[in-house]
């Protein structure tokens, strides 16, 4: 019995040492933290605050309610209220998107033969990455919401302080599925050229093909298509769901964690698997 709980210790310390390791090149370079910040605050405060979306409403018209289009249109009267919580759905694609880096940084720089010879298993070397830039996104999703009610983030009626911890929820499962996804794409991969390319090709065309910035419905068909299936749109409807609507649709708030939560389970199985079969010296 003893024999087996050294060896559950083991693996346990194993994942925690891994994942601290990549959390010192974040915690102990500040800078880095607030180059990371810079972008989703010059997005809110240039963009958010600049699309006055509202303003382009006539208000001279006999039985046009301005504020009352803008909430069936945006689930919010403010402008802002919708494409902040956006901002946190970018944060954390942008910031799983360098673990796949990661992995080719340690490979070329031979931490990945030395954690690969030690009786630490391939998945735990994985699930450290994943765990390590779920963490970070989930503190930056913190600041961002900090700093978005600075700029005047509006909160729903139904809002209270405990739906801040269905947001860590929903972005701890989001950022799982798309680190694995991530780190699955270029586990093989020997050359910094191959993660940048991959992010490339994806963090953009994923980001405006979602409901970031503007509604899905409102969307042409065929982009409409890629919405549905893009797991970020779900994320930001469940955090708009938690944050800035007046009456929370439960039903859709229960599809949106399920719809997450499958894509995350189904990803990280994938990068389990992958990391069995591929994750070599």
């Given amino acids: 019995m003893s024999e087996t709980n050294g060896n559950s210790r083991s693996k346990l310390h194993g994942l925690w040492a891994l994942t601290n390791r990549e959390l010192k090149k974040w915690y102990k370079e500040p800078v880095l933290f607030l180059l990371s910040m810079i972008q989703p605050i010059l997005w809110m405060g240039l963009l958010g605050k600049s699309m006055n ?6 208000t001279n018209i006999p039985g046009l309610d301005s504020k009352t289009l803008m909430e069936q249109t945006f689930g919010t009267s403010d402008y802002f209220s919708f494409m902040a919580v956006g901002m946190i759905g970018m944060t954390a694609l942008f910031t799983t998107m360098f673990s796949g880096m990661s992995v ?9 033969n030395k954690a690969l010879s030690t009786p630490v298993s391939r998945a735990v070397i994985i699930f450290s990455k994943v765990l390590s830039a779920t963490l970070r996104s989930m503190f930056q999703a913190g600041i961002i919401i900090v700093i978005a009610v600075a700029f005047g983030l ?18 701890f ?13 270029t586990i093989r991969s020997t050359r910094m050229e191959t993660p ?7 963090n953009l065309p994923m ?3 979602s409901n970031a910035f503007f509604p899905g419905k409102l969307m042409p068909d065929w982009l409409q298509n890629v919405v549905q299936v893009n797991p970020l749109s779900y994320t930001n ?34 990068g389990i698997v992958l990391s069995w079969r591929f994750l070599s010296k």
Avoid at 106 to 111: E, H
Avoid at 154 to 171: R, Y
Avoid at 173 to 185: D, E, T
Avoid at 239 to 260: E, G, H, K
């Fill in 237 to 270: 409807d469940a955090v708009r769901q938690l944050l800035i609507v007046n009456t929370v649709d439960y039903a859709q708030l229960a599809l949106d964690f399920a719809y997450v939560g499958v894509f995350a389970v189904i990803v990280a199985t994938i």
């Fill in 154 to 171: 509006q909160f729903g009626a139904d809002f209270s302080p405990l739906n801040i911890l269905g947001v860590f929820a929903i972005i």
């Fill in 207 to 209: 980001m405006f093909a």
């Fill in 53 to 58: 979306i509202s303003s382009l409403i006539p």
């Fill in 173 to 185: 499962l989001l950022c799982v599925g798309l680190s694995s996804l991530f780190i699955a794409i």
């Fill in 104 to 112: 080719v940084w340690d490979r070329r720089l031979g931490f990945l």
């Fill in 196 to 202: 940048m390319a991959v992010m490339n090709l994806i």
